[in-house]
C-alpha cells in the first residue's frame, strides 16, 4: 500500500516571492508520481508527473518539482507566485504496475497575499 | 473538446435516500475512475471502469455501486444515504486507463445529506 504525506496544510506567501510545498511518500513498490492543483469549485487539474528520466520536472504555470528517490520525497516549487496561483494543491502517487487509483495527500492550502 | 461533464452539479437528499450521479468523460477516453473527497478523509479512491467492466474498488461499502456504458458515460450510486456521504464526488477520465496515464477530473457533483 502507498501513502503519502504532505508536511504542510497551510502556506502562506507574499506575491512575487519563491515557493516550495513539501511531499513524501511511502510505497513498498516503485510508483509514479504527481502534483494536481484545485481551485474553489472545481475538480482537479494536473501540474505535472515524474515517470522516469530526470528528476527534475516541469509542468505547468511555472512550477516544477524534483523526485529524490533516497528520501521518498515529491517537493513543489515556484520561483515567484502570483496571485492566481491561491488553490489548493495536492501530491498522488499511483503504482506503476498496478491499477490506476490515485492516492492521494492531504492537500496544502497556499494563499498568496499581495 | 470538451471537458468532462458530471450531473448534476449540487445535489441535496436525505438520510436513507438513495443518489445517482452521472459522469460523461473526454470524447475516446475509456477509463472513468471515481474519487470521493470530503474535509476529514481527503481524496478517496471509490472505483475503475474500463470498457463497461469495474476494474478496481476502493475501500468503500457495498452501498457505492457504479456502471458504465458502451458509449464510456458512467454512473456511480450511493443507496441508502448516510450524513457521512455528503462529499465532492470527482470523477476522472483517461484514454487507456493505467498508471502512466493522464486522469482528467470533472468539475464534480457536491452531494449533502441532511
Known amino acids: 500500500a502507498q501513502s503519502v504525506t504532505q508536511l504542510d496544510s497551510q502556506v502562506p506567501v507574499f506575491e512575487e516571492a519563491p515557493v516550495e510545498l513539501r511531499c513524501n511518500y511511502s510505497?513498498?513498490?516503485?510508483?509514479?508520481l504527481f502534483w494536481y492543483v484545485q481551485y474553489p469549485n472545481q475538480g482537479l487539474q494536473l501540474l505535472l508527473k515524474?515517470?522516469?528520466?530526470?528528476?527534475l520536472v516541469k509542468g505547468i504555470n511555472g512550477f516544477e518539482a524534483e523526485f529524490n528517490k533516497s528520501q521518498t520525497s515529491f517537493h513543489l516549487r515556484k520561483p515567484s507566485v502570483h496571485i492566481s496561483d491561491t488553490a489548493e494543491y495536492f501530491c498522488?502517487?499511483?503504482?506503476?504496475?498496478?491499477?490506476?487509483?490515485?492516492?492521494f495527500g492531504q492537500g496544502t492550502r497556499l494563499t498568496i497575499n499581495p | 473538446k470538451a471537458g468532462v461533464t458530471q450531473t448534476p452539479r449540487y445535489l441535496i437528499k436525505t438520510r436513507g435516500q438513495q443518489v445517482t450521479l452521472s459522469c460523461s468523460p473526454i470524447?475516446?477516453?475509456?477509463?472513468v475512475s471515481w474519487y470521493q473527497q470530503t474535509p476529514g478523509q481527503g481524496l478517496q479512491f471509490l472505483f475503475e471502469?474500463?470498457?463497461?467492466?469495474?476494474?478496481n474498488k476502493g475501500n468503500f461499502p457495498g452501498r457505492f455501486s457504479g456502471r458504465q456504458f458502451s458509449n464510456s458515460r458512467s454512473e456511480m450510486n450511493v443507496s441508502t444515504l448516510e450524513l457521512g456521504d455528503s462529499a465532492l464526488y470527482l470523477c476522472?477520465?483517461?484514454?487507456?486507463?493505467?498508471?502512466?496515464?493522464?486522469?482528467?477530473f470533472g468539475p464534480g457533483t457536491r452531494l449533502t445529506v441532511t
Open positions: 476522472a477520465s483517461s484514454f487507456q486507463g493505467g498508471p502512466s496515464y493522464e486522469q482528467y
Open positions: 510505497s513498498s513498490v516503485s510508483v509514479y
Open positions: 515524474y515517470l522516469s528520466g530526470s528528476t
Open positions: 498522488a502517487v499511483t503504482e506503476i504496475q498496478g491499477a490506476q487509483k490515485l492516492v
Open positions: 470524447s475516446g477516453h475509456r477509463s
Open positions: 471502469y474500463f470498457s463497461e467492466t469495474q476494474r
